[in-house]
């Protein structure tokens, strides 16, 4: 199974997910912004387009989001496995042509989500056993046409969609690598600073929900391969 990852910062990786995936054939990076997207969109079996601290909207300071929307929405339309976290959710959206904007208010930290019906359906189901997840967003989407919401918080309605079995885009981050977390609060430091996030607080809730977050990562990746057709490479 071939595996192409859109990656916008470099420690918002595929985190737990990365050892499952290459365990079932190569992963490409491509880095937004730097390398171009000259190539075809539905030739990888799977395409991944991870988080950043941009916006999907802000495309006259990063002019790449125009190609990059282009490109994702092209695998969409062939209905290709495409998954996106964050801002790939967003840009997915869209792809998808809904509207991406600020939301109510920014969500950095650890909590609860409450599954749709059909999320419990979902890949997202090993949340509804435990539905503590690590957010790190602050703009939302409207959900795409088409879509099924599959996920919520109390502050920010639209955490999750599928279109289809294969298209699949969450606002959290169920693939963080908590191991890895003092990058994400390195790389964040201004951003923590100007919402006035406690980094220590936020550490030691990362510690505390670690091992519980790196399995339901595992679990929801193998289910999102499954729906999709993948689970057995292609």
């Given at each position: 199974m071939r595996t192409l990852v859109i990656r916008h910062v470099a420690f918002e990786d595929l985190g737990a997910w990365e050892t499952p995936l290459r365990a079932r054939g190569p992963v490409e990076v491509l880095d937004a912004g730097i390398d171009p997207f000259d190539r075809d969109p539905n030739a990888a079996d799977l395409v991944v387009v991870l988080g950043g601290p941009i916006g999907v909207y802000e495309t006259?300071?990063?002019p790449f989001l125009r190609?990059?929307?282009?490109?994702?929405?092209?695998?969409m339309q062939a209905e290709r496995p495409t998954l996106g976290v964050c801002l790939g959710a967003q840009i997915m959206a869209a792809a998808a042509g809904a509207r991406v904007y600020p939301g109510p208010a920014k969500e950095i930290g650890f909590l609860p989500i409450a599954l749709s019906e059909a999320g419990r359906?979902?890949?997202?189901?090993?949340?509804?056993?435990?539905?503590?997840?690590?957010?790190?967003?602050?703009?939302?989407?409207?959900l795409p046409s088409g879509g099924a919401l599959l996920a919520s918080t109390e502050a920010v309605t639209n955490q999750a969609f599928a279109i289809g079995p294969r298209l699949f885009g969450v606002q959290f981050h169920p693939e963080a690598n908590l191991a890895s977390f003092e990058r994400w609060l390195i790389g964040?430091?201004?951003?923590?600073?100007?919402?006035?996030?406690?980094?220590?607080?936020?550490?030691?809730?990362?510690?505390?929900?670690?091992?519980?977050?790196?399995?339901?990562?595992?679990?929801?990746?193998?289910?999102y391969l499954e729906a999709a057709g993948l689970q057995d490479g292609v």
């Open positions: 006259e300071l990063y190609e990059e929307i282009d490109f994702v929405g092209r695998r359906a979902s890949p997202l189901a090993p949340f509804a056993e435990a539905p503590m997840a690590m957010h790190w967003h602050g703009d939302t989407f409207d964040h430091r201004a951003e923590l600073g100007y919402a006035g996030v406690d980094v220590a607080g936020l550490r030691a809730e990362a510690a505390r929900h670690a091992q519980d977050l790196s399995n339901k990562a595992v679990r929801v990746l193998e289910r």
